[in-house]
């Protein structure tokens, strides 16, 4: 009886070090300054689009252009290093941080009462449906920069790691752009002063 105690308590000791191991060596897929940009973004649009910067980073850190300038990705006063990484490691994080966003988007169109809207100042009020369809039609233009250049490096890699990354973020740009068909056409803006 002693002895199946101890074997138990032994067992449930090494699952319990081996699990603590397992998540220490799991990999962020965000800077510590990139989540705390993404933190302070509430607003839809704005996290969408810090979303999409985020992605830029990691591939300009790959070497792969998707149309986004270099100036944009130098601002190490805000968001800190570039991210570092194999390949794999980068095109994962690229997979859930375009998961992540999709994800958000997903969320509020499941509950768009759950909006976070801030006090624009004695501005027009900013309304929940405007900054749910920007956000949307941000990542779309994402998706469709994305896109193109993604079937091309999928063309181009033997790594089948890398390719099954490649066919889920290809994918993931499709479903996004067909999305965007189903918004409301924009609202032209007047230019009333």
């Known amino acids: ?12 000791a090494i699952f319990t070090f081996f699990g ?10 965000l800077t510590d300054e990139e989540i705390e940009i993404i933190r302070d973004a509430q607003e839809i649009d704005l996290r969408i689009a810090v979303l999409v910067h985020a992605i830029d980073r990691r591939l300009a850190v790959l070497k792969i252009n998707v149309g986004n300038t ?3 990705l130098k601002e190490k006063d805000i968001w800190g290093p570039l991210p570092t990484g194999s390949k794999i490691e980068l095109l994962s994080d690229v997979k859930r941080i375009f998961q992540k966003a999709i994800d958000d988007i997903d969320n509020l169109a499941a509950r768009p009462d759950s909006a976070v809207i801030y006090d624009t100042d004695g501005k027009k ?3 929940p449906k405007d900054l749910f369809n920007k956000a949307v039609r941000t990542l779309a233009a994402a998706a469709t920069r994305y896109r193109p250049v993604f079937e091309k490096e999928l063309s181009l890699t033997e790594v089948k790691t890398e390719k099954g990354a ?7 740009c499709s479903q996004v752009i067909e999305a965007v068909t189903k918004l409301p056409a924009e609202a032209k803006k007047s230019k009333n002063k």
């Open 166 to 172: 490649y066919m889920d973020l290809i994918e993931n």
């Open 20 to 29: 603590t191991s397992a998540d220490a060596q799991r990999r962020d897929y």
């Open 125 to 127: 009020p900013k309304v």
């Open 1 to 12: 009886m002693k002895s199946s105690i101890f074997y138990i308590l032994t067992i449930a």
């Open 70 to 72: 270099e100036k944009e």
